[in-house]
């Protein structure tokens, strides 16, 4: 049988997960993995079975964030050393399971061909076991990234208001948009002064992407700047645990509720 043309433009789009939801920016510490293990915990608290899967393997930080010490993670699984089963832990604090990276054990872009195939049939096995998979990316826009982003349903385009940030962001749609998966990409805003200025914030990347690339991606959120997140970081705790409340926690909250009804 033939496949649609769009399948044989673009391979990857044979493989997209409707369940996997890629966090990614272009520029690092915008904070993709703080938004992603909030999601990840917003989300089970509406209900869902969760798993974050942490894509960023040179300087994976979800460990850090959560105060996680992996017996396994996803280096030894790639290394052929353990299942994917065996690496994915619950993390009872949030109601969610974790399938930990660990820092310093080579970067994501550096995968070898045949450890970037495992990772992905991994993703490909445990997916289906969960309603949804958060999979924290790596800052960047190389292949090994693209190729992982590919196979999300929704492709979470994470900036803040700096123009390195909106840069890079920008050069990720451009990317994603070259290798036919435009459709899947939505924006957030984060570390917003208001909402206001987070709306602005928006419209700057809207507009080069309307101008240069002929496509509007969605605002999926704003999330604004709160002390409340370095604070939660410094301790290793999720937000939704210390200030299940605050301005932050109650932006991404809100996110969560409008994906809901998409994952
Ligand atoms: N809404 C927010 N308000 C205040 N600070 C924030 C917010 N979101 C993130 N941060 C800050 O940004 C820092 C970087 O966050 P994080 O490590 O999650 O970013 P990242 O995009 O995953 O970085 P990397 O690209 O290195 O993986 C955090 O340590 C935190 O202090
Ligand atoms: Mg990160």
Known sequence: ??????????????????????????????????????????????????????????????????GLMPEHDISTVVAGKVGFETAIRPYSNGRFDVLAGRSGSGSLAA???????????????????????????????????????????????????????????YALIKVMTAAGRQRTLRIVVNMAASKKDGEATYRTLLKACESFLKISPPLAGIVRRDEKVRDVIRRQVPVLTRYPTCPAADDVSAIAGRLSGDI
């Open 1 to 66: 049988m033939t496949p649609p043309s769009n399948v044989a433009r673009h391979p990857a789009a044979a493989n997209t997960l409707k369940n996997v939801v890629a966090v990614a920016s272009g520029k690092g510490g915008v904070g993709k993995t703080w938004f992603s293990i909030t999601l990840t915990q917003a989300l089970a608290g509406l209900g869902r079975n969760m798993l974050l899967f942490d894509g960023d393997l040179g300087l994976a930080n979800v460990d850090v964030q959560l």
């Open 111 to 169: 995968l070898t061909p045949q450890k970037l195939k495992a990772l992905r049939d991994g993703l490909m096995t445990v997916a289906p076991s969960y309603d949804a998979v958060i999979l924290d990316l790596a800052a960047g826009i190389d292949d090994n990234l693209r190729l992982l982003a590919g196979l999300s349903s929704i492709c979470l385009v994470v900036t803040t208001d700096e123009p390195t940030a909106l840069t890079d962001a």
